[in-house]
């Protein structure tokens, strides 16, 4: 099954520092992780919604299905897949805050860069 988070491509990660909008450390990143969390589950829910009812119009009783189905290796295989790549998501600036800090990329260090190529 071809998943549209099953990505064979390496992450990327946006150059620069982002803008922080918040005083107290850490909580642009909880932030941000929140929003991951919130669209995943908006989109979730709506799959959800569509999934019951075509159930519904088809006679099919979902809760007790769900509550019976025993997951294949393959498709704990595929759901795995699916929450590391989640879990890459919701990390993502914690991950690049480390990468970052680990390159010695610091808010002085990018201002001096500006200054030197702004007097050319």
Do not use: C
């Not at 150059?15 to 990143?29: A, I, M, N, S, T």
């Not at 159930?55 to 699916?82: C, F, H, M």
């Amino acid at each position: 099954m071809n998943a549209p988070y099953a990505t064979a491509s390496p992450i990327r990660d946006a150059k620069g520092k982002r803008p922080h909008f918040y005083e107290l450390p850490g909580l642009d990143q909880a932030m941000s992780m929140i929003l991951v969390l919130a669209s995943e589950f908006a989109a979730l829910r709506e799959r959800m919604d569509t999934l019951e009812h075509i159930l519904k119009a088809n006679g099919i009783d979902a809760s007790a299905a769900i509550e019976a189905y025993q997951p294949t290796t393959e498709v704990l295989t595929e759901r795995e897949r699916w929450r590391q790549a989640f879990l890459a998501r919701l990390y993502y600036l914690a991950r690049k805050d480390a990468a970052d800090a680990a390159r010695g990329d610091t808010e002085a260090r990018y201002r001096d860069t500006i200054a030197t190529i702004a007097k050319g």
